[in-house]
């Protein structure tokens, strides 16, 4: 299997559940990414991971929590969440610098918030 | 602070017309300017990229950008646009010490 993969690739939950959703990368790349998108939206910047270690945390809630065990497989673990975090969730992951690298998209995880 | 302008939510063309897509931004450093597409139901690709040299960028699928600084744009182009040319386009733009900032996107349709 190559590129980016995300499971599941939809998901309904309560705002009392918990759910992860995961994602893996087989391209050797030594950054992760986790992208909000929503209708109307620019795409926003959640989480960036580098050598596992988490260099960006873009002012999310708590109710997000990222995982990265390893340089290819990344989670965001959720919890109470909310109506208006319905959304698709998207991994990326890239070779080269923050800003200046091609990032490599999964096909996205579509979050729906009962 | 750094932004990305996609002013046309929407445009329609058809098939075998030509596309112009616009983004500007707004960046205080050199930037690096790319195009992602997005079809339905699946994750973004990169169609091109600049980062300095020739400004005018070849990319996949027969698109094309023109970088022009003075006007703070970042056009993507393609001369005959195919019905399988329809998804959602965004332009973004970073630099190697900052993150990518998306613009919200141009969704393009196709008529027969």
């Known amino acids: 299997e190559t590129g980016v993969t995300q499971t599941p690739r939809h998901l309904v939950m309560g705002m009392t559940n918990k759910k992860s959703l995961k994602c893996e990368q087989h391209?050797?790349?030594?950054?992760m990414y986790w992208y909000k998108q929503s209708a109307k939206k620019p795409l926003e910047l959640m989480f960036v991971?580098?050598?596992?270690?988490?260099?960006e945390n873009n002012s999310v809630p708590s109710r997000f929590s990222p995982e990265c065990p390893n340089s290819s497989h990344l989670f965001l673990h959720l919890h109470t969440l909310q109506p208006e975090d319905s959304a698709l969730y998207l991994c990326?992951?890239?070779?080269?610098?923050?800003?200046?690298?091609?990032?490599?998209f999964g096909e996205g995880s579509r979050l729906t918030v009962l | 602070a750094q932004s990305v302008t996609q002013p046309d939510i929407h445009i329609t063309v058809s098939e075998g017309a030509s596309l112009e897509l616009r983004c500007n931004y707004s960046?205080?450093?050199?930037?690096?300017l790319f195009w992602y597409v997005q079809s339905p139901g699946q994750g973004l690709q990169l169609l091109l990229k600049?980062?300095?040299?020739?400004?005018l960028v070849q990319g996949i699928k027969g698109f094309e950008a023109e970088f022009k600084r003075s006007q703070s744009s970042f056009n993507l182009r393609k001369p005959s646009v195919h019905w399988s040319d329809a998804a959602e386009y965004f332009c973004?733009?970073?630099?190697?010490?900052?993150?990518?900032?998306f613009g919200k996107g141009t969704r393009l349709h196709i008529l027969p």
């Open positions: 991971y580098s050598l596992e270690e988490r260099v």
């Open positions: 990326a992951s890239s070779q080269d610098g923050l800003g200046t690298g091609e990032l490599f």
């Open positions: 973004a733009v970073g630099a190697w010490d900052d993150k990518i900032i």
């Open positions: 600049y980062f300095s040299g020739d400004t």
């Open positions: 960046y205080g450093a050199t930037p690096y």
């Open positions: 391209l050797g790349h030594n950054a």
